[in-house]
T-cell receptor, first 113, second 114 residues
Framework: DGGITQSPKYLFRKEGQNVTLSCEQN?????MYWYRQDPGQGLRLIYYSQIVNDFQKGDIAEGYSVSREKKESFPLTVTSAQKNPTAFYLC????????????FGPGTRLLVL | DAKTTQPPSMDCAEGRAANLPCNHSTISGNEYVYWYRQIHSQGPQYIIHGLKNNETNEMASLIITEDRKSSTLILPHATLRDTAVYYCIVRVANNAGNNRKLIWGLGTSLAVNP
């Protein structure tokens, strides 16, 4: 099946630890995105990548880092510098950065204790 | 950036049409209107998008007013599985014109009742 996978579905970490969220797509899409969603809120863009080895900050990049070494993978690291990391994290991809339709993965819910 | 306004919640009877309104009075001429929905604790699902003309696909219809300041998403025969938060989004281009980002509001929580 073609699609976007995120793992794990739930993730628990202690405060002060870095954690990496996985996002993989087999849609052959060039562009990938990371969003954060807080309860009762819309999605906010953290980082996006148009092509391999390139990525740009979104609206709330502080405390996060990404890499794009392969076309199909766009992992997100939540660092200890992120003040309030507990949230629902969503990965998306689109055929090109200028291609509007973004398709989303199932999300990872991160809980920092 | 163009923003959208949606009612926070709506109800619909199962089997009836659900009409979800969206205002986007500051939309620019080259900006599309997108609709996504999100079922609780899942990733958003793309529904439909349009620029000027009305659009229809297997999921829904999108009616855009002639002045493009508002639109309506129509689910012709709502089912219980259509219960979700529906987001109306206007696509925004950055200065370079090479990227697009979606600005998400709070959406409309649609409850389909038996």
């Amino acid at each position: 099946d073609g699609g976007i996978t995120q793992s794990p579905k739930y993730l628990f970490r202690k405060e002060g630890q870095n954690v990496t969220l996985s996002c993989e797509q087999n849609l052959n899409h060039d562009a990938m995105y990371w969003y954060r969603q807080d309860p009762g809120q819309g999605l906010r863009l953290i980082y996006y990548s148009q092509i391999v080895n390139d990525f740009q900050k979104g609206d709330i990049a502080e405390g996060y880092s990404v890499s794009r070494e392969k076309k199909e993978s766009f992992p997100l690291t939540v660092t200890s510098a992120q003040k309030n990391p507990t949230a629902f994290y969503l990965c998306a991809s689109s055929k090109r950065a200028a291609q509007e339709t973004q398709y989303f993965g199932p999300g990872t819910r991160l809980l920092v204790l | 950036d163009a923003k959208t306004t949606q009612p926070p919640s709506m109800d619909c009877a199962e089997g009836r049409a659900a009409n979800l309104p969206c205002n986007h009075s500051t939309i620019s001429g080259n900006e599309y209107v997108y609709w996504y929905r999100q079922i609780h604790s899942q990733g958003p699902q793309y529904i439909i998008h349009g620029l000027k003309n009305n659009e229809t696909n297997e999921m829904a219809s999108l009616i855009i007013t002639e002045d493009r300041k508002s639109s309506t998403l129509i689910l012709p025969h709502a089912t219980l599985r259509d219960t979700a938060v529906y987001y109306c989004i206007v696509r925004v281009a950055n200065n370079a014109g090479n990227n697009r980002k979606l600005i998400w509001g709070l959406g409309t929580s649609l409850a389909v009742n038996p």
